[in-house]
Structures are given as structure tokens and as C-alpha cells.
Nanobody, 127 residues
Framework: QVQLVESGGGLVQAGGSLSLSCAAS????????MGWFRQAPGKEREFVAG????????YYGDSVKGRFTISRDNAKNTVYLRMNSLKPDDTAVYYC????????????????????WGQGTQVTVSS
């Protein structure tokens, strides 16, 4: 497994922007597809965005399409999530996760495919 540490969460007003980072260590970062998930109080953890091992493929949950952008820098062992036009409904703990897929282009939305998780970072959007 790979160790993941998220950073960049905080409090922002509706309509604002925030960037999250997730630093990986312990294994070869480029061997993992990466994903961001989030969990709001009383709700299940949901897929937000994913990016393939090569960075050539990305996929977004319907609720964030057009507002969030996932990217990665394999040289820095880091995956990013840029969040624009934030809404109060985006309030949640955000987790990054690593999927040890053999494919360089696959992105999965399925939680059970990800075998390493960070501790999470809180994002709060005020109205």
C-alpha cells in the first residue's frame, strides 16, 4: 500500500475556490490511479473525481462536473483537486485514495477498488 496525506482544506464562502493536495509515499506513485472521495455528515462516502496512472484519463462525479479539476504530478508524487464555484453542498471531509490498477488509462469510481486512503481534510463552504 501507499501512504497518503491530504492538505489544503478549510473554510470558504459559497462561490469561492479551494485547492486540495494529496502527497503519496512508500510505493511508486505512478503505479496507482488516484481518486478523491468525500463524506458529509450522515451520508455515504461518494466518488468526486479520479485520474488514471498516466494522467491521460479523468472522470468526475455528476455533482462536480465543470467545477472541479483533478490533476497529478508523478514527479512530485502528488495528486491535486482544484475546486471552483463551491457550494454549501460541497461541505464534507475529502479523502484521496489510491487504486493499484494495472491499466495506465483506467479510472474507477468504485470505492472497493481503492486500497489506500488518506486521513481526510475538512472542506466547509458557508452560504
Amino acid at each position: 500500500q501507499v501512504q497518503l496525506v491530504e492538505s489544503g482544506g478549510g473554510l470558504v464562502q459559497a462561490g469561492g475556490s479551494l485547492s486540495l493536495s494529496c502527497a503519496a509515499s512508500g510505493r511508486t506513485f505512478s503505479m496507482y490511479a488516484m481518486g478523491w472521495f468525500r463524506q458529509a455528515p450522515g451520508k455515504e462516502r461518494e466518488f468526486v473525481a479520479g485520474i488514471s496512472r498516466s494522467g491521460g484519463s479523468t472522470y468526475y462525479g455528476d455533482s462536480v462536473k465543470g467545477r472541479f479539476t483533478i490533476s497529478r504530478d508523478n514527479a512530485k508524487n502528488t495528486v491535486y483537486l482544484r475546486m471552483n464555484s463551491l457550494k454549501p453542498d460541497d461541505t464534507a471531509v475529502y479523502y484521496c485514495a489510491a487504486d493499484p490498477t494495472v491499466s495506465v488509462l483506467v479510472v474507477t469510481t468504485r470505492r472497493y477498488e481503492y486500497d489506500s486512503w488518506g486521513q481526510g481534510t475538512q472542506v466547509t463552504v458557508s452560504s
